[in-house]
C-alpha cells in the first residue's frame, strides 16, 4: 500500500473553492485510476489515465471535475467550486500496463478524505 | 451494466468464530473477481482474486470460490481474530471494464 502516495491525507475546503488532489504512482506503474468513496457506499471508479492521456472517464462527472496525468510529476484530480455533496474519500490506484489482462497488480494509496464545509 | 451485491454490516463476531460475507455479482461475459480489505485510515488492500469459474482464491486463511452457476463469490474464514476487523470490499472487473465495480462493503468487528 505505501507505494501509492496520495496527498493531502485529509483536505477542508469551504463552498465554492477549488480541490486539488494528488497521487504518485507505485515505481513502475504508469497506469493511474481514481475512485470516490462517498459515506456509507463503495468505490465506485471515475477516471483511468495513463500518461499524457484520459482512457476512461465514464465516471467523472461532466461538470467541475478534471484529472491529468502528467509526463512528469503526479496525477492530479481537480475539483473546481466544490459543494457539500464534493465531500468523500478519494483513492487513487495505480497498476503495470495490464490493461485487458485479469491477473490485476492494483495497488491502492491510503485516500484523500475531501471535507466541504 | 455491472454490479456487486454484499451483505450489509456490521457484522460482529467473537475471536475464532466462523465467518461468512456473502457476494453475488451480475455481470456480462465472464469477470475477474476480489476481495478487497480497508483497515481504519488506510487504503485498501487485494486480499484475494479469483479469474474464472471453479477458482478459489485463498490468502491469511480467507477463501472464496468462483461460483458461475449461483454468480457468488463469499468470503469465509474458519477461525477470526481481532485483527480481521476492517471493512471487506467485493469487487469484479468486466472483461472490457477500466475499473472496478465494488460493492459496498461489509463492516467486521471482531471481539475478543
Known amino acids: 500500500n505505501a507505494g501509492v502516495m496520495q496527498n493531502p491525507r485529509h483536505l477542508v475546503r469551504r463552498r465554492g473553492q477549488e480541490a486539488r488532489l494528488r497521487c504518485s504512482p507505485m515505481?513502475?506503474?504508469?497506469?493511474v485510476y481514481w475512485y470516490r468513496q462517498l459515506p456509507e457506499e463503495g468505490l465506485k471508479f471515475m477516471v483511468y489515465l495513463q500518461k499524457e492521456n484520459i482512457i476512461d472517464e465514464s465516471g467523472m462527472p461532466k461538470e467541475r471535475f478534471s484529472a491529468e496525468f502528467p509526463k512528469e510529476g503526479p496525477s492530479i484530480l481537480r475539483i473546481q467550486q466544490v459543494v457539500r455533496g464534493d465531500s468523500a474519500a478519494y483513492f487513487c490506484?495505480?497498476?503495470?500496463?495490464?490493461?485487458?489482462?485479469?491477473?490485476?497488480?492494483?495497488?491502492f494509496g491510503s485516500g484523500t478524505r475531501l471535507t466541504v464545509v | 451494466g455491472d454490479s456487486v451485491t454484499q451483505m450489509e454490516g456490521p457484522v460482529t463476531l467473537s475471536e475464532e468464530a466462523f465467518l461468512t460475507i456473502n457476494c453475488t455479482y451480475t455481470a456480462t461475459g465472464y469477470p475477474s473477481l476480489f476481495w478487497y480489505v480497508q483497515y481504519p485510515g488506510e487504503g485498501l488492500q487485494l486480499l484475494l482474486k479469483?479469474?474464472?469459474?471453479?477458482d478459489k482464491g485463498s490468502n491469511k486463511g480467507f477463501e472464496a470460490t468462483y461460483r458461475k452457476e449461483t454468480t457468488s463469490f463469499h468470503l469465509e474464514k474458519g477461525s477470526v481474530q481481532v485483527s480481521d476487523s476492517a471493512v471487506y470490499f467485493c469487487a469484479l472487473k468486466g472483461g472490457g471494464a477500466d475499473g472496478l465495480t465494488f460493492g459496498k462493503g461489509t463492516h467486521l468487528i471482531i471481539q475478543p
Open positions: 479469483a479469474t474464472k469459474a471453479d
Open positions: 515505481k513502475g506503474h504508469s497506469h
Open positions: 490506484a495505480s497498476s503495470p500496463p495490464t490493461r485487458g489482462s485479469s491477473n490485476y497488480g492494483y495497488t
